[in-house]
Antibody, heavy 125, light 111 residues
Framework: EVQLLESGGGLVQPGGCLKL?????????????MSWVRQPPGKGLEWVSS????????YYAESVKGRFTISRDNSKNTLYLQTNSLTVEDTAVYYC??????????????????WGQGTLVTVSS | DIVLTQTPLSLSATPGQPASISCKSG???????????LYWYLQKPGQPPQLLLY???NRFSGVPVRFSGSGSGTDFTLKISRVEAEDVGIYYC????????FGQGTKLEIK
């Protein structure tokens, strides 16, 4: 069974940072692109970032570019999101999701499935 | 960025009756390969989104046949032929033709 389990969320002050993790199992992790999608409380979904299977191709939403860094460790089957310079607008549940089988160049032309259960990041003073 | 606009934003449906949701894109979602990367997700209360339809009209594994999708270019529709109580939640369209964007979501409740 394919499973994704996020961790690392919590309460952080504005300007602070957190590193989110997503542990994957049940599939060949290194063969799949992975993404982060976030959802502010009571609001809709926003794509954050994506990375190819090999890690060499990365994209970010404009809202997080320069502040967030996506990475992966294929030896540990784990996806990461380093979040820096956090603002209250970054408060959200952060989901990781599996993408298509793109190892070298990230190709957005695929679905997200499955999704993890999410980890809540709350930015507040 | 491609903007997706869903209507309505909320929908109250009677069990056994049909329901439909529209998703309009600010630009064509037809990719250079000729395919259209428009997806529909359902987020049930307290759960992550689950994939319903891919590339406009293809039902994902395990999705009931009462869900169908249609459309082309910039206009797309999700239809539920006969709404059931388990269909409650928020429906999102998502495009993956040019990175990824989501519609605002449509909340479906049962009368």
């Amino acid at each position: 069974e394919v499973q994704l389990l996020e961790s690392g969320g919590g309460l952080v002050q504005p300007g602070g940072c957190l590193k989110l993790s997503c542990a994957a199992s049940g599939f060949t992790f290194s063969s799949h692109a992975m993404s982060w999608v976030r959802q502010p409380p009571g609001k809709g979904l926003e794509w954050v970032s994506s990375i190819s299977g090999g890690g060499g191709s990365i994209y970010y939403a404009e809202s997080v570019k320069g502040r967030f860094t996506i990475s992966r460790d294929n030896s540990k089957n784990t996806l990461y999101l380093q979040t820096n310079s956090l603002t209250v607008e970054d408060t959200a549940v952060y989901y990781c999701a599996r993408g298509g089988q793109f190892i070298y160049d990230y190709d957005s032309r695929s679905w997200f499935d499955p999704w993890g259960q999410g980890t809540l990041v709350t930015v507040s003073s | 960025d491609i903007v997706l606009t869903q209507t309505p934003l909320s929908l109250s449906a009677t069990p056994g009756q049909p329901a439909s949701i529209s998703c309009k894109s600010g630009q064509s979602l037809v990719s250079s390969d000729g395919r259209t990367y428009l997806y529909w997700y359902l987020q049930k209360p307290g759960q992550p989104p689950q994939l319903l339809l891919y590339e406009v009209s293809n039902r994902f594994s395990g999705v009931p046949v009462r869900f169908s999708g249609s459309g082309s270019g910039t206009d797309f529709t999700l239809k539920i032929s006969r709404v059931e109580a388990e269909d409650v939640g928020i429906y999102y369209c998502m495009q993956s033709t040019a990175l990824h964007t989501f519609g605002q979501g449509t909340k479906l409740e049962i009368k």
